[in-house]
């Protein structure tokens, strides 16, 4: 008689429903350096350019027109700078910087809102869950051009434009 190595039931899921989690199709973005910065459920080409600087807009927040895009992003905040656009206008960005390497990779035109934990809560929470508090208090989001490739390790066409 052969001997019973285990009683364990055996699962599987590929019988199962799909549910939306399962059927999404995240893209991961990473910097330069290799750092993973961007997971997110559309392909950065197919989202609208803006038009000053050439920057990918990710929608952040809800509004009555369209939903917010579904994303988590792992950038470090900066201080904020006065950014002067082609057209000789200045525009205060809050921008948003690889955590291994320090490059930009992100920004956004409107301050963060105000982190409501206390402040010694603060220094224990992580950057990555401070920086989503902040990114989704405003409606819309920027992706630096060129910062960002699908190819880990690999500089995106578009970095040296």
Known sequence: ??????????STSQDAQSTP???ANF???YCICGEYILIIDK??????????????????KDTKE?????????????????YERQDGKYERQWRYA????????????????????PPAKQQQASATAL???AIKSSTYFYIIKGALS??????????FD
């Open 150 to 159: 699908q190819m880990q390790g690999q500089a995106p066409p578009d970095a």
């Open 21 to 23: 989690s399962s059927a």
């Open 43 to 60: 392909a950065l080409p197919t989202l609208p350019k803006r038009q000053t600087d050439g920057a990918t807009i990710v929608q952040a």
């Open 131 to 133: 920086t989503a508090i």
């Open 1 to 10: 008689m052969p001997k019973v190595v285990s009683r364990a039931a055996v």
């Open 98 to 117: 690889c955590p291994r390497c320090n490059l930009p990779v992100a920004y956004q035109t409107v301050p963060p809102a105000p982190n409501p934990q």
């Open 27 to 29: 893209r991961v973005y």
């Open 66 to 82: 369209s939903a917010a895009k579904v994303f988590k992003l792992n950038a470090t905040p900066l201080e904020p700078v006065l």
